[in-house]
């Protein structure tokens, strides 16, 4: 069974500075899917970035980038100029290419200080 | 304009007690997830349906039954709720027809106590 593992609860940054999360995976597929969600104090689920193991390069949306590396099993997230309304817990997770299964890391609380 | 909706978003109730938690979409997508969180452990898959007809257990199915009434309805029910079942519930949806990578989309969370 696949198993994703954040090894960070909590992690804390600056504003406009740059913060790393890490998200391990275990697999032995060769084509799957990559996510990261965001969770603000609302609750919602947010999609921030995605990734597909097929694609060497990697995924970036605005100020959040990963770092993906397939050999590795590690898909870290990178968040540029981090602002107050970045502060959220963020899962990683995984998805099969042949499924719709999303199987989550445990979370990492992320606070953003002034 | 919620595309996925929960009710209720907070209930507590007692052990033993019944209780369903209902999830609908406008999205008009055909897969329909439950999962549960808590803290420590992030969001585990309960049950999932690809279609009206197609039901199917997730990780941690046990103490839970779903129906899924139509395409845009799927709910969860405890049959008789107990103390560890206290959780946050999330229904997600996706589109089997999109090809971004089967995003799922979420609803608000169902934050349930059991006492």
């Known amino acids: 069974a696949q198993t994703v593992t954040q090894s960070q609860p909590e992690m804390s940054v600056q504003e406009a500075e740059t913060v790393t999360l890490s998200c391990t995976y275990d697999?032995?597929?060769?084509?799957?899917?990559l996510f990261w969600y965001k969770q603000p104090p609302s609750r919602q689920m947010i999609l921030v970035i995605r990734?597909?193991?097929?694609?060497?390069q990697n995924a970036t949306e605005n100020r959040f980038s990963v770092n993906f590396q397939k050999a590795a099993k590690s898909f870290s997230l990178k968040i540029s100029d981090s602002q107050l309304g970045d502060a959220a817990m963020y899962f990683c997770?995984?998805?099969?290419?042949?499924?719709?299964?999303?199987?989550f890391g445990e979370g990492t609380q992320l606070t953003v200080n002034p | 304009d919620a595309d996925v909706t929960q009710t209720p978003r907070n209930r507590i109730t007692k052990t033993g007690k019944r209780i369903m938690l209902e999830c609908s979409q406008t999205?008009?997508?055909?897969?329909m997830y439950w999962y549960r969180q808590d803290p420590g452990l992030g969001l585990r898959l309960i049950y999932y349906?690809?279609?009206?007809?197609?039901?199917n257990k997730g990780e941690i199915s046990d103490g839970y039954s779903v129906s899924r009434q139509a395409q845009a309805k799927f709910s969860l029910s405890l049959e008789s709720a107990i103390p560890n079942q206290t959780a946050l519930y999330f229904c997600?949806?996706?589109?089997?027809?999109?090809?971004?990578?089967?995003?799922?989309?979420f609803g608000p969370g169902t934050r349930l106590t059991v006492l």
């Open positions: 997600a949806t996706s589109d089997r027809n999109r090809d971004l990578g089967d995003e799922q989309f």
């Open positions: 697999t032995s597929e060769s084509d799957y899917y």
């Open positions: 990734q597909e193991a097929y694609k060497q």
């Open positions: 997770a995984y998805r099969e290419t042949s499924g719709s299964r999303l199987t």
């Open positions: 999205k008009g997508h055909d897969r």
């Open positions: 349906s690809f279609d009206v007809k197609d039901i």
